[in-house]
């Protein structure tokens, strides 16, 4: 959780071994570098996107010295994935509910097709929006 990796970023920042052994900061890089080339692939997969960031800002959380990745940034993103992914959950949900029983017939069935795109436009606006800041993410940590 975000309070835990903060406990540990903290007792990492404490531990004066840790702080003269860059090589654990090369690793920690490392990783990162190895997470980020894993974006490309999943550019258009929205849940992929946001599991892979996730790791990239848990992997972050344990830097000594994080700014050049821009954590704010990061979660920013990470809020538009999370607010996307409810959307998706929502979507299903209601066209489950209005297939499964929602007669056509009904005045409610047209309301929750309704409901459907403004929640399906609200999907496509956040992952607009989080590819947006990824793009200039990803320009800000590689000048």
Do not use: C
């Amino acid at each position: 959780t975000k309070k835990e990796l903060s406990k540990i970023g903290f007792l990492i920042k404490q531990e004066q071994a840790v702080k003269d052994a860059p090589a654990l900061n090369l690793k920690i890089i490392s990783a990162i570098d190895k997470l980020l080339e894993k974006l490309a692939g999943h550019f258009r997969q929205p849940h992929q996107l946001r599991k892979t960031l996730k790791s990239v800002y848990y992997e972050i959380s344990l830097l000594v010295n994080k700014e050049k990745y821009q954590p704010e940034l990061l979660h920013s993103i990470l809020d538009d994935l999370g607010s996307w992914q409810d959307h998706e959950v929502l979507s299903a949900r209601l066209r489950h509910f209005r297939k499964d029983y929602m007669p056509k017939s009904f005045d409610e069935h047209a309301v929750l097709k309704e409901m459907e795109a403004i929640t399906n436009d609200k999907k496509k606006s956040l992952v607009q929006s989080a590819r947006k800041k990824i793009k200039h993410w990803l320009k800000a940590i590689y000048k």
